[in-house]
């Protein structure tokens, strides 16, 4: 509790969350605008996919910076090392500090998209469920870009380093990763699809579209190819967690094993 | 004791004698009550359930209250008219329980029509394999009739809602069909009109197969895995319609595939797979219609050629057109009036005739890749599609898929942008006023 306080008192005092807070008010206000004149019931999923299709740009991005920085924080003013003299271990300091960036980040996203719903039951046909499948969509996409920034912040020296890392890391997965399946996709068929699929689905970006659009009735799962049958091996709401599984395990164990002291001896 | 049972003998005697009817007759069997009605004459329901199936071969009115059902025995089809009963109005029922047996001698369904001019109203039907069929039946009117399918499972499992086989100058309006194999199919069937009618939750919406002069107004096709599969048909006419919200990985707004000659104008192709899929097809007119939010507008083959493509406005579709196959002869514009193309180009219009002054041109690279590979259109939300693009146009590995001498301004992309440049202006404008604000307290 009181690394949770710490980390909400260092976080509130710094711009980077009320900068991402406030990045994602406008454009989910922008969006809701723009999507007052869709067409039949169907409108509020449809402003669902839009305004995640946009913070899949964005949220990665701050999300990165917001929990990479909090950890090169710790290394560039000591007081990382102040805590680790005191008989805690490296690895029990990143679960505390992994838990409160993300109880703190989860939090506020939480109440800004509580507080939204209540003009979008003005402008649309409110669905509880669908937007419960919005919410678990953002929080997961939040996670784990939380959890790579804090590996980008645990292996990286000093703050160059680190906003160097961030965006490439944010690159790679916005466009370089697509433009590698891209280029593959010629040599892709029914014999290695599963194997595709799996470096496919392992693309945090691709499930949660996948998982968002399945969820919420606006891509059905009937009617497939069947090459498309052998891409969706396992249902989407399987796919979702084992996605953010691999990839907080792997984040968390490599942040530990890669870690870098930042000038600690 | 014993006279205590005497008593009791006698009384009951007495109430057997005095009321025959309450305890030894049976109500007329619905099949009773429509041969006893006579030709022309009305047969009024009560509010309750009768037990079906019944055969209609006299032209009467069956008419119903509003909880007037008639279930089926599971065996057949719940109502027929056979040949004999043209003419005859069926109004405010509800019917269901047809025999879902596919391995029978027929399909059945919840009411089969074999006569003409009859006149369904007011009818929900649920529980059937097809819910209306007409077989050979002609000059009907279908209204305000809601079907529901049974809906998941095998797709030969499911019926479709209304079945027209060899049946002309039909009208079907005000209806709602959904969770049916196809909404309406039709086989072999001219001339009829399809009006305000709403098909979600289906295979395809409309599936049309040797099928000419039909006429299709303000429908709705929303939430199928095809919004409209019109096939081997001619002068079909689509006006008003909504296709929308047809996303799997196959699906599309409306598909024309081997028909020719169709008149598709005003209709709204709203976020769908592909708008609109042209295969095989020729000499297809496409005016004025909305393509707003499709992964890809228009999807032409090149074995389709001589569409005319004019006053339509593509707003906001990843890829507005693609042609696969190659490059088909097909016209942009028609009357020096193109197609409106959004954010896709930027015009310029000196004259101020809301006509760009210089032809279009747009080129793609991903048609090659999508003949070959379903998986492409996967990939078709990601951001990196623009990158991919840009870099095979530098390399020279794009192909042209269409080309507008006349595009027409975009009068919704000026009016984004001006949202963007107002709302950016005032975010500029608060955040001058805050550092203002910190520079006095400091």
């Known amino acids: 509790m009181t690394y949770i306080w710490k980390e909400w008192k260092e976080l509130s005092r710094g711009k980077g969350l009320w900068l991402a807070l406030s990045t994602a008010m406008i454009i989910s206000v922008f969006i809701l605008w723009q999507s007052k004149s869709l067409p039949s019931n169907q409108g509020f999923e449809v402003y669902l996919v839009s305004l995640y299709e946009m913070n899949v740009f964005l949220i990665p991005l701050l999300s990165l910076f917001i929990s990479s920085f909090a950890v090169i924080q710790e290394k560039e003013q000591k007081t990382l090392m102040i805590i680790l003299t005191k008989k805690e271990s490296y690895r029990s300091f990143f679960l505390k500090k992994t838990i409160g960036v993300q109880l703190i980040t989860v939090l506020m996203f939480l109440c800004w998209y509580f507080a939204l719903a209540l003009p979008m039951k003005f402008v649309f046909f409110f669905h509880v469920s669908s937007f419960w499948v919005f919410l678990l969509t953002f929080l997961t996409l939040l ?11 645990s292996i990286c020296d000093n703050r160059m380093q680190l906003i160097g890392a961030n965006i490439l890391t944010w690159f790679f997965f916005i466009f370089i990763l697509d433009l590698l399946f891209l280029y593959f996709l010629p040599r892709v068929n029914e014999e290695n699809i599963t194997a595709f699929s799996v470096v496919y689905f392992l693309d945090p970006l691709h499930t949660l ?8 009735g606006l891509y059905p799962l009937d009617h497939m190819s069947r090459l498309m049958k052998k891409m969706v091996w396992l249902p989407p709401k399987y796919l979702l967690p084992i996605t953010l599984l691999v990839w907080l395990t792997l984040s968390f164990e490599l942040s530990i094993r890669l870690r870098r002291r930042g000038g600690i001896s | 004791m014993r006279r205590k049972w005497y008593w009791m003998a006698g009384f009951t005697l007495y109430f057997l004698l005095q009321n025959p009817i309450c305890l030894m007759a049976e109500d007329p069997s619905l099949q009773d009550l429509v041969d006893q009605t006579p030709k022309n004459g009305i047969l009024h329901l009560q509010n309750k359930t009768y037990n079906g199936n019944v055969v209609i071969t006299k032209p009467i009115t069956v008419k119903g209250r509003s909880r007037t059902s008639i279930k089926g025995d599971g065996t057949g089809n719940v109502i027929l008219l056979k040949k004999t009963a043209d003419g005859t109005r069926l109004e405010s029922l509800r019917i269901s329980h047809s025999s879902q047996n596919r391995n029978s001698e027929e399909e059945y369904s919840a009411i089969k029509v074999l006569s003409d001019r009859n006149v369904l109203k007011n009818l929900k039907i649920s529980d059937s394999f097809h819910g209306i069929y007409l077989s050979s039946s002609d000059d009907n009117e279908l209204s305000q009739v809601q079907i529901t399918g049974i809906g998941g499972g095998e797709i030969a499992g499911q019926g479709n809602g209304v079945q027209l086989i060899r049946s002309h100058r039909n009208q079907l309006k005000d209806t709602v069909i959904r969770d049916s194999r196809d ?7 001219n001339d009829n009109v399809v009006k305000d009618v709403d098909i979600s939750h289906t295979r395809y919406g409309l599936h049309y197969m040797y099928s000419d002069n039909n006429h299709f107004f303000h429908n709705r096709f929303h939430q199928n ?3 409209a599969a019109i096939m081997n ?13 047809q996303q799997g990985s196959r699906s599309f ?3 024309l595939q081997a028909s020719d000659e169709n008149n598709v104008k005003d209709n709204h192709f709203y976020h769908n797979q592909r708008g609109l899929y042209i295969d095989l097809s020729q000499k297809n007119r496409i005016i004025s219609n909305d393509f707003h939010q499709n992964r890809v507008g228009v999807e032409l083959w090149a074995s389709s050629s001589n569409q005319v493509f004019s ?3 593509f707003f906001r579709n990843i890829l507005p057109v693609i042609t696969i196959g190659g490059r088909a002869k097909n016209k942009w514009s028609e009357g020096h009036k193109g197609n409106e193309w959004g954010d896709t180009f930027a015009l310029v219009d000196l004259n101020e005739d809301k006509i760009g002054d210089i032809p279009v041109q747009y080129q793609s690279s991903l048609a090659k890749l999508m003949e070959d590979q379903e998986l492409v259109y996967l990939f078709l939300p990601s951001p990196s599609i623009k ?3 840009k870099i095979n146009q530098f390399l020279h590995r794009q192909e042209t898929v269409f080309k507008d001498p006349y595009p027409l301004l975009s009068e919704q992309q000026g009016g984004f942008q001006a949202g963007w440049f107002l709302l950016i202006l005032f975010f500029i404008m608060l955040g001058m006023i805050y550092v203002q604000r910190r520079r006095k307290v400091r």
């Open chain 1, 209 to 216: 579209h996948f998982y968002l659009e399945t969820a919420l």
């Open chain 1, 143 to 153: 996670i784990i870009f939380n959890q790579i920034g804090l590996f980008l912040g």
């Open chain 2, 233 to 245: 048909s001619k002068r079909i006419e689509l006006i008003g319609n909504e296709f929308s919200y």
């Open chain 2, 387 to 389: 990158i991919f693009e």
């Open chain 2, 225 to 227: 895995i095809g919004g």
């Open chain 2, 183 to 189: 909404g309406i199919y039709f086989s072999y069937s």
């Open chain 2, 253 to 255: 707004g409306l598909m």
């Open chain 2, 311 to 313: 006053l339509n406005r």
